[in-house]
Nanobody
Framework: QVQLVQSGGGLVQAGGSLRLSCAASERTLSTYTMRWFRQAPGKNREFVAA????????YYADSVKGRFTISRDNAKNTVDLQMNSLKPEDTAVYYC????????????????WGQGTQVTVSS
């Protein structure tokens, strides 16, 4: 059973930056497309970003495009989400997830989930 352990997050003012990390317990991360999701209070979980197994392709939700960057280091078994120019509407619990489907697919079934990390952006 692969465990995804998240770190980072916290409280930041609007316009600030945060970096989230997701580390796998086993050296199998390179076999998965990795995605970040978020869930704001009272809302459904939504897709944020995805990166292909090699890191060569990335995809973003329109709401974060140009502000967030997803990256991975398969040697370190980690996936990061760099979040810049944060807005209050980015406030949510963020989750990393491993999926087998290609990153461009909009239908997928995550195999593993991280524990979630709170990101709060104050205005």
């Amino acid at each position: 059973q692969v465990q995804l352990v998240q770190s980072g997050g916290g409280l930041v003012q609007a316009g600030g930056s945060l970096r989230l990390s997701c580390a796998a317990s086993e050296r199998t991360l390179s076999t998965y497309t990795m995605r970040w999701f978020r869930q704001a209070p009272g809302k459904n979980r939504e897709f944020v970003a995805a990166v292909s197994r090699t890191g060569g392709s990335t995809y973003y939700a329109d709401s974060v495009k140009g502000r967030f960057t997803i990256s991975r280091d398969n040697a370190k078994n980690t996936v990061d989400l760099q979040m810049n120019s944060l807005k209050p509407e980015d406030t949510a619990v963020y989750y990393c997830a491993a999926t087998t489907e290609p990153p461009a697919w909009t239908s997928y079934d995550p195999v593993y989930w991280g524990q979630g990390t709170q990101v709060t952006v104050s205005s």
